[in-house]
């Protein structure tokens, strides 16, 4: 980004992947100067520069294309009043993520570029190329930058401590995502972080000094000049000119924000058959949605392709395993210099010589890279020949490259779990800099402490399963449904559980999207493919009652009218979904006229004759949601009071149409829809969450009762309907997530794996989700969720057979006292009691391999010492505490 | 009638949407190529510091 210099033969990060140097080809003396220096391939040791490279034309023939093109943030140089260009302190949101990051220019060391000064105050302006039609043709919403310049406020103050002033000027607040509202107001509340609703024109320098003056209208009124040693500019999401090209040349339609063109009811597919599309060229959005988004279209190509599946796929050819049993200790000990990450700070040498010196060891060795294939392979060599039977890799960190170096055993025939990694990088050479003698020594202490464990380790099996090719899914709704359909599309048996009488869930209710689609008729066919596929069985009245078993191999209970029936399948989905807050203020349920946006919906659908007949509309929003009960957005509403204002000023254009909100949320490309309706002259009137409107029907007309925050005065509305836009509740099922143990958070959402990577799938392996069980979201983002979710499922069913890890509690049931505390405190279910009627041990704990996992909590609550850990056992624990010990 | 369907995918992207859909596409049977501009993946998301809610680098 031009915040720091680098040379002009680089790697992007330490953690690219590939790791590989690259020629920057426009800085490069030996490019600009026809051949001059060169000096980088006359001193690479590998010969591996190549100044002859050619750019070469490869056509490949694929089943299917996924454009995942990705976005450029906003370049603000054309806002001249920001001076981006000219004033050092004004940076973007993108350069400001680089200041806070531990690996970017200043080390994490918040400080601004003119001066390297700590900053007191720093400002964050929104929409910066979103939004605006007057320097940028962006009239979309992007999305992601309330979220993201709320975050970086809270990291800049973690960073520089509370006194840190950070304000953030903004047009509408848009934290619409899952847990983003709570973020939000904890940011306001706790950090102290101001929000300040304007838009600032200008930025002026202040002569003399780096700091940074603004003039802004508070919400009073009030005309201030503020100074800031540092202004962000939180710059939208754009489409790159050559993506929009390459568009053109593949014949895909895009939109009016130049994203790819998509419809409701096929969120991924593009205007060309066989080619899909996923992440921020299919509309601006945030990392989960493009996640979800990924999976789907991974989804949708799949379908197209399942009678192809596993036909170019190579497999690896497996390697028998060596029999180690009765042999003595060979270990070998592989230090890695991570290039300078260790090697900078760290005697390598000194350690791998010093390893030479221990018990059992054979071999020792230095590495430059010991994750690089080339070293991998060179390992798996030494492994054979050197006939070792225990490895040591002192390097970075299991969490990142256990798995690498495990499979290196393994194709040199040994069990993975012969193996002990000594963290030297994270815990050693990147936290003591600073004394390299020192950290060189705990060098040494790792790698003695790693090779007293590896010495007791003996090989573990893992368990073999076999992945029953059945699906279940829960819920008949939208998300459901199309999880269902991409199931079946791809060849898998699956079962739909619905509750109700029919298919379709809330979309029954939805009267038409926001692009326009009729739902209805889109509900119906999608309705009869899944009844008429042959792969699908539909469950109406239907529930579960219990499940057995584990990811691959579940038994559930459907009870459907009386009747009950036991299902073996290999995964579930959960897509239970949720439905509309019925409120109780606003004089809801005590006079007709006064009605939630679905009832709404239901008149549109019907045709309701007597839509024609009025005279003035009140929209209310946030009915429900944004509340401290409720602290989430319900997402779907504004846009949808918007659309069905438009179709209210539709029917009768001379209605007066009011919107009561609080801020509006059309996020994406869905603004063009606020933009119309206030185009169409609906009025947008602003309310607070502590003064809220008041709905009174008084004869023949309902009076609203609104403060403008504009006038700063009482509005009386004469209404004729009143239509609340009510919150998204989820269909809160306890029940059904304690018999696949998953969790519910407190506002009745199940959590999901992992925020922002694992979106459609639970913590518990076999287990997915979708649809609005997970949060609020309107239809397109729903069938997305269900095409993701079936997507990873397949990914587990493909396996056919999984390995389950070997690191695994084991009981000793001769030791075991039959307490239960295992029992109860596992969080997995693993461990139970053997059955009073077994022949051996009837009533000690077992432990099941295949829902153990390797955790601990038993083996360390249980008071007979009767459960070991397989791979830290305590003897092997024990080893590396008395080698510790001989450290001081 | 029938037609050769072919068993691979190309990816056009390898930010966190393409690399998502490559990994799923190749662990479900299919032959993905990924493609990407740069010397490296990992796309804008590369580039963030930590990520809400769990702070995670988002490396």
């Given at each position: 980004m031009g915040l720091a210099k680098r040379k002009a033969i680089y790697v992007q990060y330490a953690q690219a992947v590939p790791l590989k140097y690259t020629i920057d080809k426009a800085n490069c003396i030996y490019f600009i100067k026809k051949g001059k220096c060169g000096a980088c391939k006359k001193i690479c040791p590998t010969g591996a520069v190549d100044f002859d490279q050619k750019e070469e034309i490869v056509t490949l023939n694929v089943g299917s294309v996924i454009l995942s093109p990705g976005f450029a943030p906003f370049d603000p140089t054309v806002f001249d009043a920001y001076q981006y260009a000219k004033l050092p302190n004004v940076v973007t949101a993108m350069e400001f993520e680089r200041v806070l990051s531990a690996s970017g220019p200043t080390m994490g060391h918040l400080v601004r570029a003119s001066d390297q000064k700590e900053p007191k105050k720093i400002a964050w302006f929104q929409c910066v190329g979103s939004r605006d039609m007057n320097k940028c043709d962006n009239s979309y919403c992007s999305s992601v930058c309330c979220m993201y310049a709320i975050k970086e406020a809270v990291i800049a103050k973690e960073h520089a401590g509370k006194d840190l002033d950070c304000a953030v000027f903004f047009m509408d607040m848009r934290t619409h995502g899952k847990e983003f509202e709570r973020f939000y107001t904890t940011a306001k509340d706790k950090h102290g972080i101001r929000f300040i609703r304007c838009r600032v024109h200008t930025i002026n320098p202040v002569a003399g000094t780096d700091d940074l003056e603004i003039r802004y209208i508070t919400e009073t009124g009030e005309l201030k000049t503020e100074i800031f040693d540092q202004i962000v500019l939180s710059v939208g999401l754009q489409i790159k000119p050559e993506i929009a090209e390459l568009a053109k040349r593949l014949g895909i339609e895009l939109t009016e924000g130049?994203?790819?063109?998509?419809?409701?009811?096929?969120?991924?597919?593009?205007?060309?058959?066989?080619?899909?599309?996923?992440?921020?060229?299919?509309?601006?959005?945030?990392?989960?949605?493009?996640?979800?988004?990924?999976?789907?279209?991974?989804?949708?190509?799949?379908?197209?392709?399942?009678?192809?599946?596993?036909?170019?796929?190579?497999?690896?050819?497996?390697?028998?395993?060596?029999?180690?049993?009765?042999?003595?200790?060979?270990?070998?000990?592989?230090?890695?210099?991570?290039?300078?990450?260790?090697?900078?700070?760290?005697?390598?040498?000194?350690?791998?010589?010093?390893?030479?010196?221990?018990?059992?060891?054979?071999?020792?060795?230095?590495?430059?890279?010991?994750?690089?294939?080339?070293?991998?392979?060179?390992?798996?060599?030494?492994?054979?020949?050197?006939?070792?039977?225990?490895?040591?890799?002192?390097?970075?960190?299991?969490?990142?490259?256990?798995?690498?170096?495990?499979?290196?055993?393994?194709?040199?025939?040994?069990?993975?779990?012969?193996?002990?990694?000594?963290?030297?990088?994270?815990?050693?050479?990147?936290?003591?800099?600073?004394?390299?003698?020192?950290?060189?020594?705990?060098?040494?202490?790792?790698?003695?402490?790693?090779?007293?464990?590896?010495?007791?380790?003996?090989?573990?099996?893992?368990?073999?399963?076999?992945?029953?090719?059945t699906a279940v899914v829960i819920g008949g709704g939208i998300a459901g449904m199309s999880a269902a359909k991409s199931l079946a599309k791809q060849g898998y048996e699956t079962h739909i559980i619905e509750k109700g009488k029919c298919l379709g869930g809330q979309a029954l209710n939805i009267f038409r999207t926001p692009k326009g689609e009729d739902i209805a008729e889109k509900l119906s066919g999608l309705v009869d493919e899944i009844t008429k596929d042959q792969k699908i069985h539909v469950h109406l009245d239907s529930a579960i009652t219990s499940v057995d078993g584990f990811v691959g191999n579940f038994k559930s209970t459907i009870s459907s009218n009386g009747k009950n029936d036991v299902l073996e399948h290999g995964i579930a989905i959960i897509a239970t979904g949720a439905s509309a807050f019925k409120p109780s203020e606003y004089n809801y349920g005590k006079d007709p006229r006064i009605m939630t946006s679905l009832e709404l919906d239901k008149k549109f659908m019907e045709k309701d004759p007597s839509l024609k007949k009025i005279d003035s509309a009140v929209f209310i929003q946030c009915v429900g949601s944004r509340e401290p009960d409720r602290l989430y957005c319900s997402r779907v509403c504004c846009t949808h009071s918007i659309d069905n204002a438009?179709?209210?000023?539709?029917?009768?254009?001379?209605?007066?149409?009011?919107?009561?909100?609080?801020?509006?949320?059309?996020?994406?490309?869905?603004?063009?829809?606020?933009?119309?309706?206030?185009?169409?002259?609906?009025?947008?009137?602003?309310?607070?969450?502590?003064?809220?409107?008041?709905?009174?029907?008084?004869?023949?007309?309902?009076?609203?009762?609104?403060?403008?925050?504009?006038?700063?005065?009482?509005?009386?509305?004469?209404?004729?309907?009143?239509?609340?836009?009510?919150?998204?509740?989820?269909?809160?099922?306890?029940?059904?997530?304690?018999?696949?143990?998953?969790?519910?958070?407190?506002?009745?959402?199940?959590?999901?794996?992992?925020?922002?990577?694992g979106p459609s799938e639970f913590a518990t392996d076999g287990v997915f989700l979708c649809g609005l069980a997970h949060y609020p979201k309107p239809i397109d983002e729903s069938i997305a969720q269900g095409m993701a979710a079936a997507s990873r499922a397949v990914t587990l069913l493909a396996r056919k057979k999984i390995h389950t890890s070997g690191t695994i509690a084991e009981t000793m049931p001769a030791v075991c006292s039959s307490c239960g505390v295992c029992v109860s405190i596992c969080p997995y279910s693993a461990p139970s009691f053997i059955e009073e009627t077994a022949r051996f041990f009837p009533g000690k704990a077992q432990i099941n391999p295949v829902l153990c996992k390797g955790c601990g909590l038993c083996v360390a609550s249980c008071r007979s010492g009767a459960i070991r850990l397989k791979g830290f056992d305590n003897d092997q624990i024990f080893a590396q505490i008395y080698e510790l010990s001989k450290a001081v | 009638m029938s037609h050769h369907v072919i068993g691979s995918v190309l990816v056009v992207g390898g930010g966190i949407a393409g690399m998502q859909s490559a990994l799923d596409l190749a662990n479900s049977g299919y032959y993905v190529y990924l493609l990407e501009k740069s010397p490296s993946i990992g796309g804008v998301m590369s580039q963030l510091d930590k990520t809400f809610p769990t702070n995670d680098c988002a490396m």
């Open positions: 130049r994203f790819c063109k998509t419809e409701t009811f096929e969120p991924v597919a593009t205007s060309r058959e066989g080619i899909f599309v996923c992440g921020v060229f299919q509309g601006p959005k945030d990392i989960p949605q493009a996640v979800i988004d990924a999976s789907a279209a991974a989804s949708a190509a799949g379908e197209i392709l399942s009678e192809a599946r596993n036909t170019l796929i190579k497999h690896k050819e497996a390697v028998t395993e060596t029999n180690i049993t009765g042999e003595r200790p060979r270990i070998g000990v592989f230090v890695c210099r991570c290039g300078i990450n260790i090697a900078g700070v760290v005697d390598v040498p000194k350690v791998a010589e010093y390893a030479k010196t221990l018990p059992y060891v054979e071999f020792t060795t230095d590495n430059l890279y010991s994750c690089s294939q080339d070293t991998q392979e060179n390992m798996a060599q030494i492994i054979k020949k050197e006939r070792l039977n225990r490895v040591v890799v002192a390097a970075c960190t299991p969490k990142t490259h256990e798995p690498l170096f495990q499979e290196t055993l393994t194709n040199a025939g040994l069990n993975k779990y012969l193996f002990e990694m000594a963290n030297i990088r994270n815990q050693d050479s990147w936290v003591h800099k600073s004394n390299p003698e020192l950290a060189t020594e705990k060098a040494i202490d790792l790698v003695r402490m790693a090779v007293a464990k590896v010495a007791l380790m003996e090989p573990l099996k893992e368990a073999e399963l076999e992945v029953n090719q438009i179709e209210l000023k539709k029917i009768n254009p001379d209605m007066n149409v009011y919107v009561l909100y609080r801020d509006i949320r059309t996020y994406g490309e869905r603004e063009y829809l606020y933009k119309k309706a206030r185009g169409m002259g609906i009025i947008f009137i602003r309310y607070s969450v502590d003064n809220k409107p008041e709905v009174k029907p008084e004869g023949e007309k309902i009076m609203v009762g609104v403060t403008d925050h504009i006038l700063g005065r009482r509005l009386s509305l004469e209404a004729d309907i009143v239509t609340l836009a009510t919150a998204v509740i989820p269909n809160r099922d306890e029940k059904l997530a304690n018999f696949f143990k998953v969790p519910v958070n407190d506002d009745g959402f199940f959590i999901e794996r992992h925020a922002k990577l | -």
